[in-house]
């Protein structure tokens, strides 16, 4: 699974992307934040208020409670602050 | 419907010509209204609640691919709300500096109602729905990630009690 970084999300954690092999456990986007703030402090840094994390799967806006399911591509980004 | 993200800038007039050349290629005579929305860059950035610091400039990123369909389905439902004869939205990412350019909006209807409106509406979207981020670097210490306004948000209530 392709995991893409933005902003100050990228910062924190230190790369732009990533290609994990995601265990079958990690059903929604929320199970795959708990499961990456376990590979290290830059993780849960990155994750620290969850809730202004926005997620993206396969390019589209979804929130935390949505199935993973295939996706191939899944980003995590601050709220936009475009315009 | 013209979508462009670039690090240079933008030519509004060539810009409104493009959009009426297109109509005038099919035919048609029927634009009576262009409304054009230009964004630029504040000198001054937000410190905290209370005060303002002096920028030297500003850093834009964005998630490509996912940037072009989320203007793409702005731009169609927009189309699908108002009689619009054209639209373009152009975003600049990069390194800008106080006063430059960073989005433009056009919008042409045969009426000015609809081509205000519509370009409201695609600015208000843009702005909590488009994957950019900003970056300001002020005159004396660190670069730090603008933050969300809550009235970008609430901007968009107006559009969904429309429904």
């Known amino acids: 699974m392709k995991i893409l970084y933005f902003a100050w999300v990228r910062e924190k954690i230190g790369k732009s992307q990533e290609d994990l092999d995601v265990p079958n456990s990690v059903n929604t986007v929320a199970d795959l934040i708990t499961w990456l703030e376990s590979k290290g402090p830059e993780y849960q840094a990155a994750f620290e208020n969850k809730e202004t994390i926005n997620s993206a799967i396969n390019q589209t806006h979804v929130d935390h409670q949505t199935p993973l399911n295939n996706a191939s591509e899944i980003a995590f980004f601050p709220p936009v602050t475009g315009g | ?163």
């Open chain 2, 1 to 163: 419907m013209t979508i462009r993200i670039q690090t240079e800038d933008f030519d509004i007039t060539k810009e409104i010509n493009a959009l009426k050349e297109d109509r005038s290629k099919q035919g048609k005579q029927d634009v009576g209204a262009i409304v054009t929305f230009t964004g630029t860059v504040r000198d001054m950035a937000k410190k905290d609640k209370a005060s303002k610091t002096p920028i030297s400039s500003m850093s834009l990123e964005h998630y490509p691919g996912m940037t072009e369909k989320e203007l793409s389905d702005i731009s169609e439902e927009a189309n699908k709300r108002w009689p619009l004869l054209g639209t373009t939205i152009i975003h600049r990412i990069g390194d800008l500096s106080p006063g430059d350019n960073i989005v433009l909006v056009i919008t042409l209807s045969s009426h000015r109602h609809a081509a205000f409106e519509a370009a409201d509406f695609l600015m208000d979207f843009l702005k909590s729905k488009a994957p950019f981020w900003k970056k300001e670097q002020p005159l004396e210490g660190d670069a730090n990630w603008v933050d969300a306004r809550d009235s970008d948000k609430q901007a968009l209530s107006r559009w969904e009690k429309q429904n």
